[in-house]
């Protein structure tokens, strides 16, 4: 079955810093990979994606994601946090073959010290 | 603002009432799909439908039913609710069936059950 791991649930980094946030996914072929972040009392907002091809992604606001086939890995990076990064965020799967349900992962969320 | 518009933002209802959440997806977007996303079960895909059909379920309770109109809005409709169908109910949407598609969620519909 396909699942989709954060390991990490909560994250406090300095503003300036950078930031890894991990995301494992079990899938059998080639996954669509995707990563969203919610507000406080937002919607889900998306940061990337990963469909095929280069397997480094940019995306909004200075982030960049790399797929790692051989790590089943697709963590998201930023060089400089800002304070207006606290959010959580969460990493999702697609599955070429049921259609186009997301498997979520439970979220990482990110505090920002100044 | 992802072009995807749910209504209510927050509903308050007892248990054992019905509700009705309407969800409008972005102009051109033919498919729909429902997610749940609460504190002990995270971000659930609940029910999808395309053009008009349902194209797959995922852990959808039988108390909870959907359906997509003529005119793509989407209505979900939750009844005899319990204190555990407090959740964020999220509508995302999709141009085609399947993948690779970037889903565009709305805000999402706060409901509590008293």
């Known amino acids: 079955a396909q699942s989709v791991t954060q390991p990490d649930i909560h994250i406090t980094v300095s503003e300036g810093a950078s930031l890894e946030l991990r995301c494992n996914y079990s899938y059998g072929a080639t996954p669509y990979l995707f990563w969203y972040v919610q507000s406080p009392g937002q919607g889900l907002q998306l940061l990337l994606k990963?469909?095929?091809?280069?397997?480094l992604v940019q995306g909004i606001k200075g982030f960049e994601a790399e797929f790692k086939r051989s790590q089943s890995s697709f963590n998201l990076r930023k060089p400089s946090v800002h304070w207006s990064d606290a959010a959580e965020y969460f990493c999702?799967?697609?599955?070429?073959?049921?259609?186009?349900?997301?498997?979520f992962g439970q979220g990482t969320e990110l505090s920002v010290k100044p | 603002d992802s072009g995807v518009t749910q209504t209510p933002k927050h509903l308050i209802t007892a248990t054992g009432q019905r509700v009705t959440l309407r969800c409008s997806p972005r102009?051109?977007?033919?498919?729909v799909y429902w997610y749940q996303q609460s504190l002990d079960q995270g971000l659930q895909f609940l029910i999808q439908y395309y053009n008009g059909e349902e194209r797959a379920k995922g852990n959808i309770l039988e108390r909870f039913s959907a359906q997509q109109f003529p005119d793509l809005h989407s209505e979900l409709n939750l009844s005899s609710l319990e204190l555990g169908d407090s959740a964020l109910y999220f509508c995302a949407s999709s141009v085609v069936l399947g993948g690779p598609e970037t889903q565009y969620f709305g805000p999402g519909t706060r409901l509590l059950v008293l």
């Open positions: 999702a799967v697609g599955a070429r073959n049921q259609g186009g349900k997301l498997i």
């Open positions: 102009s051109g977007d033919l498919s």
């Open positions: 990963y469909f095929s091809g280069d397997t």
